[in-house]
């Protein structure tokens, strides 16, 4: 069973700290890591995709992997109002066939004026 | 362009009603997918086209019925729903199945 683990939240942080929101995995074979943004009633948005060790940076986004820990990570600096969402870890194990994102609960951000 | 356009934005039908939400890209993805989401929920996986072709399905029931007509679109016909389908259906591609996807706006689907 493969399974993507993340905190619900909500995570509150004030305006203009570091959010920091974390997701583990359970396959070892996982190669591709995306997290996504959604607001409420609305569809997921991609905001960052991994595929190897180590920080990639996007604007004020960072998405941090390690696999022998099997850990991904999103870090949103200078929190706005505007970030405000839940944020889906989703990932992809490599392999023969059709391998279709496995999706985490997604973490409830409140970033607080 | 990363677009994924899903039609209707807003359905509600009755329990007997047959209908059907599109979905429709043009950035040349071979993957497409049918998810469903109930509210605080993640989206949940029902149905996979890679190359046009059915590859995977959640164990949906066959009132849901997926139709790939070509690569740019896909189809999910609706019949004899009951009201917990109610949810946000949607639709997403990549350019494979299982790389990077990007989603549609969904339709709100409320059966009543």
């Known amino acids: 069973q493969k399974e993507v683990e993340q905190n619900s939240g909500p995570l509150s942080v004030p305006e203009g700290a570091i959010a920091s929101l974390n997701c583990t995995y359970s396959d070892r074979v996982s190669q591709s890591f995306f997290w996504y943004r959604q607001y409420s009633g609305k569809s997921p948005e991609l905001i960052m995709s991994?595929?190897?060790?180590g920080d990639k940076e996007d604007g004020r986004f960072t998405a941090q992997l390690n696999k022998a820990s099997q850990y991904v990570s999103l870090l949103i600096r200078d929190s706005q109002p505007s970030d405000s969402a839940t944020y889906l870890c989703a990932v992809r194990v490599s392999g023969s066939g059709n391998t279709p994102l496995v999706f985490g609960k997604g973490t409830r951000l409140s970033v607080i004026a | 362009d990363t677009e994924v356009t899903q039609t209707p934005k807003h359905l509600v039908m009755g329990m007997t009603n047959k209908k059907s939400l599109k979905c429709e890209q043009h950035m040349g993805h071979r993957a497409m997918y049918w998810y469903k989401q109930k509210a605080k929920k993640p989206p949940e996986l029902m149905f996979v086209?890679?190359?046009?072709?059915?590859?995977i399905n959640e164990s949906v029931p066959s009132r849901f019925s997926p139709e790939c007509p070509n690569s740019s679109l896909l189809n999910l016909h609706l019949h004899a729903l009951q009201p917990e389908d109610s949810a946000l259906y949607l639709c997403?591609?990549?350019?494979?199945?299982?790389?990077?996807?990007?989603f549609g706006q969904g339709t709100r689907l409320t059966v009543v």
């Open positions: 991994i595929y190897s060790n």
């Open positions: 997403a591609s990549s350019q494979k199945s299982g790389t990077e996807a990007f």
């Open positions: 086209y890679s190359y046009e072709k059915l590859s």
